[in-house]
């Protein structure tokens, strides 16, 4: 069964930073391509940034340049380290990873991904 554990979310003042921790159990993350997605009240799920199975990443407009998508295969775990947050970042955010097997880039498209996380919120006052 797979099973996709994120953490590290929070309340932090905007400018300030968080790590995201999302850890796959059932699932090698070794060349899958994953992703992180969020969601605020009222809006639709927005995909963040991607991680494609060759390594190579894209990250939305509004979080270039901020947020950093990594992988560590040891420990089997996506991380996403966000700076300079802003208000507009308050949101639940997900981990999402691809289907086993298949080898594909990055995407902020959610209808790519396979598996969802239960999410963790983060919350960046003004």
């Known amino acids: 069964q797979v099973q996709l554990v994120e953490s590290g979310g929070g309340s932090v003042h905007a400018g300030g930073s968080l790590r995201l921790s999302c850890a796959a159990s059932?699932?090698?993350?070794?060349?899958?391509?994953m992703g992180w997605f969020r969601q605020a009240p009222g809006t639709e799920r927005e995909g963040v940034i991607s991680?494609?199975?060759?390594?190579?990443?894209t990250a939305a407009d509004s979080v270039k340049a901020r947020f950093i998508i990594s992988k560590d295969n040891a420990k089997n775990t996506l991380y996403l380290e966000m700076n300079s947050l802003k208000p507009d970042d308050t949101a639940m955010y997900y981990c999402?990873?691809?289907?086993?097997?298949?080898?594909?880039?990055?995407?902020?498209?959610?209808?790519?991904?396979?598996?969802w996380g239960q999410g963790t919120q983060v919350t960046v006052s003004s």
């Open positions: 991680i494609g199975s060759n390594g190579y990443t």
């Open positions: 059932g699932y090698t993350i070794t060349n899958a391509y």
């Open positions: 999402a990873a691809g289907s086993p097997g298949w080898y594909r880039p990055a995407s902020l498209a959610d209808e790519n991904y396979h598996y």
